[in-house]
């Protein structure tokens, strides 16, 4: 049994008294590619709301996070997942590993390519990975806004040749444009059945993750070079108090004393400007005040380290 056979055993049925319509359609589309090809930012796009974390840093997913599109008659459970990278550590490995996995467990798959940039070594092996899963896919080209016409209908023409995809959808994640289509796209390929989750649920990222998720953005869009690769954020306590203030004490784990200290930045300011940051956004998550205590700890070749991995939201065997 794997992971989307357990959500569609788990979650909450229907009630009762609500008649089912047999028309309705519910299934699972994965966002597929490389790292930094926009993947979470499509999703984000798509729920009307902010589910993924996103960096213009590679790899900055590191495990599925799946958010739930709601229609009427239809629901699309559509995973964000790492990008397919060629992996140095174990956690890397995790990661590509989950991410191809997913492949064969959906309805449909969506791979995504920075048209901007055009087609690369990377997005052809994501092609090929696809291939062999065999699941029904569709092809993105995303980032339109930054390449002229005359390109795109190019990329168009040379995707097409491959014949692994049943529709191409040019478009744009960061503005919107057409992501219409891609909805309406991916709503015909549903299979028929019940839907999996409540109309309220956005989301069934597990809160303590969400909160770290948001931290370890911040450390990505504030620091540079190897420093947002080689942390990790651990949530030590999360508690209410009487007068409804969440207190959350967390702490980044880092490789080595070098990255600490510019985590930590000249008198505390680098960790003041990351806690503030990430306080905003979690009141946001929370809907409600936050005291974010923040920690850093040095922990060499903790990218290897399976208990670490699991601490961090990564079913590592």
């Given at each position: 049994m794997n992971e989307f056979d357990e959500v569609r055993q788990e979650t909450a049925p229907v009630p009762a008294q609500a008649p089912v319509d047999k028309s309705f359609?519910?299934?699972?589309?994965a966002?597929?590619?490389?790292?930094?090809?926009g993947k979470s930012t499509l999703l984000n796009q798509l729920l009307g709301a902010k589910v993924a974390i996103v960096s213009a840093v590679p790899q900055t997913t590191r495990f599925p996070v799946r958010g739930v599109l709601h229609r009427q008659g239809l629901q699309v459970i559509v995973i964000d997942t790492p990008g397919i990278h060629k992996p140095r550590y174990r956690m890397n490995e995790e990661m590509v590993k989950l991410a191809t996995r997913v492949l064969k467990e959906v309805d449909l798959v969506a791979v995504i390519v920075d048209a901007s940039e055009g087609l690369g070594p990377g997005d052809r092996f994501v092609f090929d990975q696809v291939k062999q899963a065999g699941t029904?896919?569709?092809?993105?080209?995303?980032?339109?806004?930054?390449?002229?016409?005359?390109?795109?209908?190019?990329?168009?023409?040379?995707?097409?040749?491959?014949?692994?995809f049943e529709e191409i959808i040019p478009l744009s994640?960061?503005?919107?444009?057409?992501?219409?289509?891609?909805?309406?796209?991916?709503?015909?390929?549903?299979?028929?059945?019940?839907?999996?989750?409540?109309?309220?649920?956005?989301?069934?990222?597990?809160?303590?993750?969400?909160?770290?998720?948001?931290?370890?953005?911040?450390?990505?869009?504030?620091?540079?070079?190897?420093?947002?690769?080689?942390?990790?954020?651990?949530?030590?306590?999360?508690r209410k108090d009487e007068k409804g203030l969440t207190r959350i004490d967390a702490t980044i784990v880092v490789d080595k004393d070098s990255q600490k200290g510019i985590l930590i930045g000249e008198g505390g300011g680098m960790m003041k400007a990351i806690g503030t940051a990430a306080r905003l956004n979690l009141e946001t998550l929370l809907k409600g005040r936050v005291h974010l205590s923040l920690w850093v700890k040095v922990r060499e070749g903790w990218r290897d380290d399976t208990a670490l991995l699991r601490l961090i939201g990564l079913p590592v065997p």
């Amino acid at each position: 049994m794997n992971e989307f056979d357990e959500v569609r055993q788990e979650t909450a049925p229907v009630p009762a008294q609500a008649p089912v319509d047999k028309s309705f359609r519910c299934g699972f589309v994965a966002l597929a590619g490389r790292a930094n090809v926009g993947k979470s930012t499509l999703l984000n796009q798509l729920l009307g709301a902010k589910v993924a974390i996103v960096s213009a840093v590679p790899q900055t997913t590191r495990f599925p996070v799946r958010g739930v599109l709601h229609r009427q008659g239809l629901q699309v459970i559509v995973i964000d997942t790492p990008g397919i990278h060629k992996p140095r550590y174990r956690m890397n490995e995790e990661m590509v590993k989950l991410a191809t996995r997913v492949l064969k467990e959906v309805d449909l798959v969506a791979v995504i390519v920075d048209a901007s940039e055009g087609l690369g070594p990377g997005d052809r092996f994501v092609f090929d990975q696809v291939k062999q899963a065999g699941t029904a896919s569709l092809l993105i080209l995303n980032k339109i806004d930054l390449m002229p016409k005359e390109n795109l209908l190019q990329m168009i023409d040379e995707t097409r040749q491959t014949g692994l995809f049943e529709e191409i959808i040019p478009l744009s994640a960061l503005t919107g444009e057409n992501c219409e289509r891609l909805e309406r796209v991916m709503s015909v390929r549903m299979p028929e059945g019940p839907p999996h989750f409540p109309p309220e649920t956005l989301t069934d990222l597990p809160e303590r993750l969400a909160i770290g998720e948001l931290i370890r953005e911040q450390v990505f869009l504030k620091t540079r070079q190897e420093v947002p690769h080689a942390t990790a954020v651990m949530i030590e306590a999360v508690r209410k108090d009487e007068k409804g203030l969440t207190r959350i004490d967390a702490t980044i784990v880092v490789d080595k004393d070098s990255q600490k200290g510019i985590l930590i930045g000249e008198g505390g300011g680098m960790m003041k400007a990351i806690g503030t940051a990430a306080r905003l956004n979690l009141e946001t998550l929370l809907k409600g005040r936050v005291h974010l205590s923040l920690w850093v700890k040095v922990r060499e070749g903790w990218r290897d380290d399976t208990a670490l991995l699991r601490l961090i939201g990564l079913p590592v065997p």
